[in-house]
């Protein structure tokens, strides 16, 4: 079987249905009360969200930013040459897999008891037909979380951490590595490239839970 082609048939919504937490959340963590700056927060939860998408090397879609938010996508095989291809599907673009709406072969569609979800986003044939046939073969699916209340609760906490830190920075000079007041005491800033913050930009401890949901494609 040929490379497949990937699609988006129905994109998460633009706004909260892409965000990895929000605003509220945040400022709880800042301890700010005011609407002051909420625009500036979203801003920076827009941008960290979408900086995750592409950790976690999540597939784009034609002008489609990936994204984690749930999505109807679909993934067709064009069958070449005569031979049977293996058991498995993979479907490594986006995560997590939430189910399969339709697999069809051939323009048949398959009953959903000759088939079965795999760790890793990926699909085994099972019962008599132990293999996909030597033809087409189109798999919608649906995948990803909704957003922003299905994040698990630990990457979110990783998010909110990134948040914060990028919303701290505004008010320093990104060039300043540490800062002393004769008297007073002094200040080192984390830096990308430091002990905490990788050359991604993203916190070691945000790439650390994204890893689970990182596609091992490129």
Same mark, same amino acid.
């Given at each position: !079987?040929?490379?497949?082609?990937? #699609? $988006?048939?129905?994109?998460?919504?633009?706004?909260?249905? &892409? &965000?990895?937490?929000?605003?509220?959340?945040?400022?709880? @963590?800042?301890?700010?009360?005011?609407?002051?700056?909420?625009?500036?927060?979203? %801003? +920076?939860?827009?941008?960290?969200?979408?900086?995750?998408?592409?950790?976690?090397?999540?597939?784009? @879609?034609?002008?489609?930013?990936?994204?984690?938010?749930?999505?109807?996508?679909?993934?067709?095989?064009?069958?070449?040459?005569?031979? &049977?291809?293996?058991?498995?599907? $993979?479907?490594?673009?986006?995560?997590?897999?939430? %189910? +399969?709406? +339709?697999? /069809?072969?051939?323009?048949?569609?398959?009953?959903?008891?000759?088939?079965?979800?795999?760790?890793?986003? !990926?699909? *085994?044939? =099972?019962?008599?037909?132990?293999?996909?046939?030597? @033809?087409?073969?189109? =798999? #919608?699916? +649906?995948?990803?979380?909704?957003?922003?209340?299905? /994040?698990?609760?630990?990457? #979110?906490?990783?998010?909110?951490?990134?948040?914060? !830190? *990028?919303?701290?920075?505004?008010?320093?000079?990104?060039?300043?590595?540490? *800062? %002393?007041?004769?008297?007073?005491?002094?200040?080192?800033?984390?830096?990308?490239?430091?002990?905490?913050?990788?050359?991604?930009?993203?916190?070691?401890?945000? #790439?650390?839970?994204?890893?689970?949901?990182?596609?091992?494609?490129?």
């Amino acid at each position: !079987m040929s490379q497949p082609l990937f #699609e $988006v048939v129905t994109p998460a919504a633009a706004g909260a249905a &892409r &965000r990895l937490t929000t605003v509220e959340k945040v400022k709880a @963590a800042l301890r700010i009360t005011d609407s002051a700056n909420d625009a500036l927060i979203t %801003s +920076i939860i827009d941008g960290v969200s979408s900086d995750c998408a592409r950790e976690a090397r999540l597939a784009r @879609a034609g002008a489609t930013d990936p994204t984690f938010g749930r999505e109807s996508l679909r993934a067709t095989w064009a069958h070449r040459g005569r031979g &049977r291809s293996t058991n498995l599907l $993979v479907l490594p673009w986006r995560t997590p897999i939430i %189910s +399969i709406a +339709i697999v /069809v072969i051939g323009g048949d569609s398959l009953d959903p008891d000759g088939y079965r979800i795999l760790d890793g986003g !990926m699909i *085994q044939r =099972v019962g008599d037909a132990c293999a996909w046939l030597g @033809a087409d073969t189109v =798999v #919608e699916f +649906i995948a990803g979380w909704d957003l922003p209340t299905g /994040v698990p609760a630990g990457l #979110e906490m990783r998010v909110i951490d990134q948040v914060k !830190m *990028q919303y701290l920075q505004t008010d320093r000079d990104q060039s300043l590595r540490s *800062q %002393s007041t004769d008297g007073l005491g002094s200040a080192a800033y984390a830096v990308i490239g430091g002990d905490s913050i990788s050359k991604s930009g993203l916190l070691k401890s945000l #790439e650390t839970a994204l890893a689970p949901y990182t596609s091992w494609t490129v």
